[in-house]
Structures are given as structure tokens and as C-alpha cells.
């Protein structure tokens, strides 16, 4: 199957800048923001059981506030269970969208398509678009009402879109057919994780199916080429930024072009937050000693990271590319041994790196650093959502559409390790993809017709599994999991979804312009004071005051 390629896809996004919408006379409608009690989440919300028909080779793992590593698998079960009895779809056929971060395959004499449209017994049909210009899509299809029958809307996707006003009349409410013990009706999607759901309700209601749905999102982690330090004698053992600059000095030659650290902030600070700990750009507002809500941009824990990385690109550790702001080669840099350790969404480690990796070098080896703080005290990683991307059922559906949709939906969610899974994500056996060594392997027709689609639709829970034959990579990589859970925190506002005034929006461009100058060593810390001022007599200090409200009428979501 295609892989999602999206960088720091599972890094959610949770507050959604929006503008209201405009009636016929150009004057606002009702600003609705969006969010929703507790109280009202509790009723909207379905409730979680879990599926056991495919048990994991690596169990799930239970950590701090409410996180849970996800489920593992190091081969596919011989004889597949079946999770989904009777029929599924009555015959119909809908409409769809979905991104896609990779070649789109062939529509007409697809035989994957035609597989799973066999197999739910309705017809799909599928529009996949280039996910990197999927937003620029969206906005004329709102305005001319001629959304298809379901569509995929990543959150990072739906900040021109009035969001918290659209929903109620693009989108059919689900809350319905899915709240509560309702949901037992469809068990595969009632087995997705528990936070999943929370930033599919808008406004009291739920409208959105979560999708690579995950209890252990974070951000990313730092990674380091294991091989190349096991050969240069140096140690992984890292509890603090001081450990890290130390490596920066044993293992950077600019002379063999080898520099220790390519970009270790990420972009707008997705990264180092977690070192210096401030709050990430998905949930940047924090409570002062005295609970007044701080910005992640008034905190000198950002300031002292920005010092820090900045640090590292005068004292030459860092790969010249990075420091001229070129992430375009990145993973390649990584995979030659040109960079040593670099930061990266947890995406990034998998079996088809290791495949990529080892083309560069034989002896490629991707480990991850345990989490660590700045200064060496205890770490603190954030909890994204449970999912970053929702499905949405148009409006106009009737409801005996809405209910084979979902009864679809429900096969397209199978667990890892189900027969329906199998069919959902390689097709047809033999002509789309055979078995070897215990896990399915993709023909060249297979690699030709199959892409993430109907995924993009709903889809299980995420699980760790094997990719190109690299069984090691998963027993890593869930290893890595189990510790970081235990070290996950909750930010202010978690789950709720806000939208916010349009006019907030152009505050963000030229702080993340001056993290990049400042970070880089192009611009001295003054110039990041100086902005931060600026920020705050431009709207940061009203946007407080938004937030302010939010908190009174709604609480902060932990």
C-alpha cells in the first residue's frame, strides 16, 4: 500500500482560524465558534468498545493522561478473521474527494477500486487530489454548494472555510446515528480510539469520522543514525540540550562533509517545544502562576531555544542546507550519513525508510533519542488529538444514505489483521498483491492502482506494522512509544475546536518569519522581543481576550 508522505501528519491541529460567513447583504451572520462544553461533548460523543477479533503481536501499552501506545504487528494473521457480517451497502453510488501525497492511479479499469466496490456493495467513486494543493480546492466548493457526497477535510485544510459556521449547513449531523451506545450498531468504528471523535464536534454536535485515528499522537522526536555513531564511539545516551551540543562537537567534519544536526527546531518551534517546553503552534496558550493565559510566544522558554539553535548554527554543527532554510532534502541527507540527527514526525519512521536508508547505506540503522528535557529534568511531550483529518457526509444525503454510508464506513474501518482489511488496503489477491514472509506484498499492478483513498474515508485505528520486510524497525519503534507515553501531557484548550476571527490570522506569518531569522542566526534575540511587542499591540493582547471568553463559557477542555 502507499504510504501517507505528508510530513508531521499526526501532528494535530486543534484551534481553526476562521472568518464568519457573510448573508446576502454582506453583513455577519451569528459567529458561532465552534466549540463545545463538556456537558454537550459528553452527550454528542459515541462510546468507545473495543474490537478483539485481531489480537496484536506487540500489545497495546498504557501511559499518562489517558495515552496509549498503538497497537503492533510483525505479520499478518494466516487466516484472517472477518469483522463485518452480512451486507454492507444496498447498491448505491456516491460521490467522493479525498488528498492524496503521491501519483493518483488510474480510475477506469482500476482493479483495486473495483474490489472494494464489490466488497461493500455500493460504488465509490473516487476523485483523489493533490494533497499539496487540496485547501486551494476547497473555498469555491463551499461557495457553490457542489461539495460531493463525502469528502475528506484534513484540520489543517478548513481555515478558510467559516468552519464553525459551514458545518451546520454543508454537513449531516451524525450525532443521531452515532452518540453514545448508538454507535454499537457500526463495532469497528466504535473500537476507534477514544480522544478520536472530539474534533469531529462542532458546536455541540458530531459531524466528522476521524481518520488514522491514534491515542499516542505527538508531534515528532529526534532521530539519530545508530550505525554512524556506533562507529564514531559515540553515545545515545542524551538527557539535555548540553548532551546534545556535546555531540554536535564529537561528530561534526566539515572537512568529510559530516555535520552533527541538520534543522532541530521544526517549523514554528513543532520540535524543540517539547525540550524547552513551551506550547506547541496546535495549542499555544498556557496559565500562568496566577491563571492568566500566556501565549507560546510571550514564554522565555521559546526564547531560550531560539538562543540555543541559533547556538548550533554559529558553532558550525549544523549541515549548511539546513541553515539556509532548505528542508527539501532533508530525508536524503539523513540517508547518506551527511546529517547524523535531525528531527521528524514519527511518520518518518518506518520500513520503507529503512528501505531508503539502506539503498544509501547497507548498514542503516533510524533510532530515536528517549525524550529528554533542555536542562535534564523530567520530559514532557504534548497530546495531539486523537486525528488530524475527519470525513464528512453531505447534508443533502437522506437518511437511508447517510445509513449505508455508514454502514460502508464501518468496513472501511476493519482493524489490522481482518480479512476486510486486506481487501481495503491491497485489493485483489494475486493480481494486486501475494503474501511473503507473513505480511502482503504489492505486485507491480498493485503499486500501480493502489493509493490511500478510501482510507481517506474512514479507516481503523492506527497500528504499527511491517513495511518492506523491516521487522526490527516496528519492535523499535514501538519501544520508543512505550517510554514516550509515559511522559505525555494535555494542553490547555485539548480538543477544542475554536474558530478564530479572521482578522487573528495575520498575526502568525511574521512571528514564524522572525523564528526562522532568529533560529538561523540571521537575526539577534532582540528582534524576537521586538516582535513579541509587536504581536501583542497587534492583536495578540485582543486574541488573549478572545480566549479569555472561550475559557469562561466552555472551560479549557482538560
Known amino acids: 500500500m502507499a504510504s501517507l508522505s505528508r510530513r508531521g501528519l499526526l501532528a494535530s491541529v486543534a484551534v481553526i482560524a476562521a472568518a464568519p460567513l457573510l448573508d446576502a447583504c454582506g453583513s455577519p451572520k451569528e459567529k458561532k465558534e465552534g466549540t463545545t462544553s463538556q456537558d454537550e461533548l459528553s452527550k454528542a460523543l459515541p462510546n468507545h468498545v473495543a474490537n478483539n477479533a485481531v489480537n496484536p503481536d506487540i500489545p497495546i501499552v498504557g501511559g499518562a493522561n489517558g495515552a496509549t501506545t498503538d497497537p503492533a504487528f510483525l505479520s499478518y494473521p494466516a487466516n484472517p478473521p472477518k469483522s463485518v457480517t452480512g451486507a454492507v451497502g444496498s447498491g448505491g453510488s456516491y460521490t467522493t474527494m479525498t488528498p492524496l501525497w503521491g501519483a493518483i492511479p488510474p480510475t477506469s479499469g482500476n482493479t483495486y477500486y473495483d474490489t472494494v466496490n464489490k466488497a461493500i456493495g455500493a460504488t465509490l467513486k473516487l476523485q483523489p487530489a493533490d494533497g499539496n494543493t487540496y485547501g486551494d480546492l476547497l473555498p469555491p466548493l463551499f461557495a457553490s454548494d457542489k461539495l460531493p457526497d463525502w469528502i475528506n477535510l484534513p484540520v489543517w485544510n478548513i481555515t478558510n472555510l467559516s468552519f464553525g459556521n459551514a458545518v451546520a449547513t454543508k454537513f449531516a449531523d451524525l450525532t443521531p446515528y452515532l452518540a453514545g451506545d448508538k454507535i454499537k450498531q457500526y463495532p469497528n468504528l466504535a473500537a476507534l480510539s477514544p480522544n478520536a471523535w472530539i474534533s469531529g464536534v462542532w458546536n455541540g454536535k458530531l459531524y466528522g469520522l476521524p481518520i488514522y485515528s491514534s491515542n499516542a499522537v505527538v508531534a515528532g522526536m529526534y532521530y539519530y543514525r545508530k550505525d554512524l555513531f556506533d562507529k564514531a564511539g559515540a553515545s545515545p545516551e542524551v538527557k539535555s540540550v548540553a548532551d546534545l551540543e556535546a555531540l554536535g562537537k564529537q561528530l561534526t567534519s566539515a572537512t ?260 526562522t531569522d532568529v533560529k538561523l542566526g540571521r537575526k539577534p534575540i532582540s528582534a524576537w522581543t521586538e516582535a513579541v511587542d509587536n504581536w501583542r499591540r497587534q492583536g495578540g493582547d485582543e486574541l488573549r481576550k478572545f480566549y479569555e471568553d472561550i475559557r469562561s463559557k466552555y472551560g479549557t477542555g482538560k
Open 256 to 515: 568529510a562533509g559530516v555535520w552533527a544536526f541538520d534543522d532541530l527546531f521544526g517549523n514554528d518551534g513543532a520540535y524543540i517545544n517539547q525540550l524547552f517546553e513551551f506550547p506547541s503552534g496546535s495549542y499555544p496558550w498556557t496559565a500562568d502562576s496566577s491563571g492568566k493565559l500566556v501565549h507560546r510566544y510571550e514564554t522565555p522558554n521559546i526564547a531560550d531555544a531560539l538562543n540555543w539553535h541559533a547556538k548550533m548554527v554559529k558553532a558550525g554543527y549544523m549541515h549548511p542546507d539546513a541553515v539556509a532554510n532548505n528542508s527539501e532534502n532533508a530525508k536524503q541527507r539523513f540517508w547518506s550519513g551527511k546529517v547524523l540527527i535531525c528531527a521528524d514526525g514519527t511518520g518518518a519512521w518506518n520500513g520503507d525508510d529503512n528501505k531508503s536508508g539502506s539503498a544509501a547505506n547497507p548498514s542503516y540503522n533510524r533510532q530515536a533519542f528517549k525524550l529528554f528535557s533542555a536542562n535534564g529534568g523530567e520530559p514532557k511531550i504534548e497530546l495531539g488529538n486523537g486525528a488530524s483529518m475527519f470525513s464528512y457526509l453531505n447534508k443533502k444525503l437522506s437518511d437511508a444514505q447517510i445509513k449505508e454510508l455508514l454502514n460502508i464506513a464501518n468496513y472501511l474501518a476493519a482493524p489490522y489483521g481482518s480479512a476486510e482489511w486486506l481487501t481495503v488496503n491491497f485489493g485483489a489477491p494475486g493480481t494486486d498483491y501475494t503474501m511473503k514472509d507473513g505480511n502482503p506484498l504489492l505486485t507491480e499492478q498493485g503499486s500501480k492502482e493502489i493509493a490511500t483513498t478510501f482510507q481517506f474515508l474512514s479507516c481503523p485505528a492506527t497500528a504499527i506494522v511491517v513495511q518492506s520486510g523491516a521487522t526490527q524497525v516496528v519492535k523499535d519503534y514501538t519501544a520508543w512509544q512505550a517510554d514516550a507515553v509515559k511522559h505525555v501531557v494535555k494542553p490547555l484548550f485539548y480538543g477544542m475546536n475554536v474558530s478564530e476571527p479572521s482578522r487573528f490570522s495575520s498575526l502568525v506569518k511574521p512571528m514564524q518569519d522572525t523564528i
